[in-house]
C-alpha cells in the first residue's frame, strides 16, 4: 500500500486541495520508520494500539482524528479559521514524523518536536508552503510535549506551548497517548469509525 492509500482518510480531512497536496508531500518525505516504530520506544507512555509495529503511525493518525472531531465541535471549532483547522490538522498528523532522528537512532530524540519543525521550515518550498503556514506549522510542532520540556539530564530543551493554536496541538497529542483512551484501527492502519 503506498502512502496516498495509507493516509487516504486524514487527506480528506483537510478541507483545503492545496494543503491536502502539500501534507502528502510531507508524508511522503518522512522516513519509513514513522510507518513502523512504535509510538514509545519504552513502552511506556502510550496506550496498547500505539504500541508494537506500526504504533507510531497509530498514534499520529489518532493525534489528528481527536483534532478534528474536536474542531468539529463548534463550541471549539469557532475559535479558529478554516486555515488554521486545517494546519494545526496538518502539523498533527507529522508532530512526531522524526521522533528517532535522522539519520534513525535507537531511542526517541527528545528534540524531536524541533527537528520535526525544522524539518517544516527547511523543505517548505518543497511542500509547496508558504514561508508562513511552514512556520504556523513549525510553531505548534515543536511546542507539542507540552510541560514536558526537560531533557533526561534535567535540561530545558524544548518550549512549552504559549497559543491557543500550541495548546491545541499538544492537548490532542496528550490525547492519543493517554492509556484509557483506545482508538480502534482496522488491519490496514484506518482508523475505525
Given at each position: 500500500m503506498n502512502r496516498e492509500e495509507l493516509f487516504i482518510d486524514e487527506l480528506d480531512l483537510i478541507e483545503n486541495e492545496d494543503?491536502?497536496?502539500?501534507?502528502?508531500?510531507?508524508?511522503?518525505?518522512?522516513?519509513?520508520?514513522?510507518?513502523?516504530?512504535?509510538?514509545?520506544?519504552?513502552?511506556?507512555?502510550?496506550?496498547?494500539?500505539?504500541?508494537?509495529?506500526?504504533?507510531?503511525?497509530?498514534?499520529?493518525?489518532?493525534?489528528?482524528?481527536?483534532?478534528?472531531?474536536?474542531?468539529?465541535?463548534?463550541?471549539?471549532?469557532?475559535?479558529?479559521?478554516?486555515?488554521?483547522?486545517?494546519?494545526?490538522?496538518?502539523s498533527l498528523l507529522v508532530h512526531d514524523g522524526i521522533k528517532y532522528g535522522i539519520p534513525e537512532e535507537k531511542y526517541t530524540r527528545f528534540d524531536h518536536p524541533i527537528l520535526m519543525a525544522n524539518f517544516v521550515k527547511e523543505k517548505h518550498q518543497e511542500f509547496h508552503l508558504s514561508k508562513e503556514d511552514a512556520e504556523f506549522m513549525a510553531d505548534v510542532i515543536k511546542t507539542h510535549m507540552g510541560s514536558w520540556t526537560k531533557d533526561y539530564n534535567g535540561i530545558e530543551v524544548l518550549e512549552p506551548p504559549k497559543?491557543?493554536?500550541?495548546?491545541?496541538?499538544?492537548?490532542?497529542?496528550?490525547?492519543?497517548?493517554?492509556?484509557?483512551?483506545?482508538?480502534?484501527?482496522?488491519?490496514?492502519?484506518?482508523?475505525?469509525v
Open positions: 494543503y491536502a497536496s502539500s501534507l502528502l508531500e510531507i508524508i511522503n518525505a518522512l522516513p519509513e520508520y514513522w510507518l513502523e516504530k512504535p509510538a514509545s520506544s519504552t513502552g511506556k507512555y502510550h496506550p496498547k494500539y500505539a504500541l508494537g509495529e506500526g504504533g507510531l503511525l497509530r498514534h499520529s493518525k489518532a493525534a489528528m482524528r481527536i483534532g478534528y472531531d474536536l474542531l468539529s465541535d463548534p463550541c471549539i471549532g469557532e475559535k479558529y479559521t478554516s486555515k488554521e483547522k486545517d494546519l494545526m490538522l496538518m497559543t491557543k493554536y500550541q495548546n491545541f496541538v499538544h492537548m490532542c497529542d496528550f490525547l492519543a497517548s493517554r492509556k484509557m483512551l483506545n482508538v480502534e484501527f482496522d488491519k490496514e492502519n484506518h482508523i475505525s
